[in-house]
């Protein structure tokens, strides 16, 4: 046993006392350890959002209408599937679908433009309090979102259609 002497006392070293103290520095590595993790992922998570929010927005905003496809494709099938009528999913259906029509259009025109700001898509991504800024789609990518565009009313047309049709079948 190794002996310490501190301030005129004799402290003795025991096995254990050793372990306790080879735990209790461990565990303080741990927490510093932990305490940077977290702090490197914060910086990693304000990283990713800045290439979210800033580098990558069109890509984003075709995400997010694909979302409200899925989003609406769902919804649409819960409609179907009720026996009663149900208007909550019915205004659903058309959130999800303007939903869809807004992110397009940002993506067609920019989210700075008048036309946008002053259409129904920006009057609903300011309802949605949206700050992003997403600049008018590239030459090389307008003609696909055009073409998305016009199946996107097509889709609406229909999806009015199926919703009138459920009406009449229900009653």
Do not use: C
């Not at 993790?37 to 997010?64: C, H, I, W, Y």
């Not at 679908?97 to 036309?115: I, P, Y």
């Not at 979102?145 to 889709?155: F, Q, T, V």
């Amino acid at each position: 046993m190794h002996k310490l002497k501190q301030g005129g006392l004799t402290m003795r070293w025991t096995i254990g006392k050793k372990l306790i103290g080879g735990f209790m520095f461990i565990a303080f590595l741990v927490v510093i350890a932990g305490t940077v993790g977290f702090v490197v992922l914060d910086k990693v998570s304000q990283s990713t959002n800045t290439v979210v929010r800033e580098k990558s927005p069109v890509q984003n905003a075709v995400m997010n209408a694909t979302l409200s496809l899925e989003k609406m494709q769902t919804t649409m099938n819960r409609f179907i599937a009720t026996n009663t009528y149900n208007d909550q999913l019915e205004k659903a259906i058309k959130d999800h679908l303007a939903d869809f029509a807004m992110w397009t259009a940002a993506v067609q025109l920019g989210t700075d433009s008048e036309k946008f700001k002053k259409g129904r898509s920006g009057q609903r991504f300011q309802q949605h309090k949206l700050e992003l800024e997403i600049p008018k789609g590239s030459q090389a990518i307008m003609p696909l979102i055009e073409a998305i565009i016009a199946d996107g009313r097509k889709l609406e047309k229909v999806a009015n259609e199926l919703i009138a049709a459920h009406q009449r079948y229900i009653e």
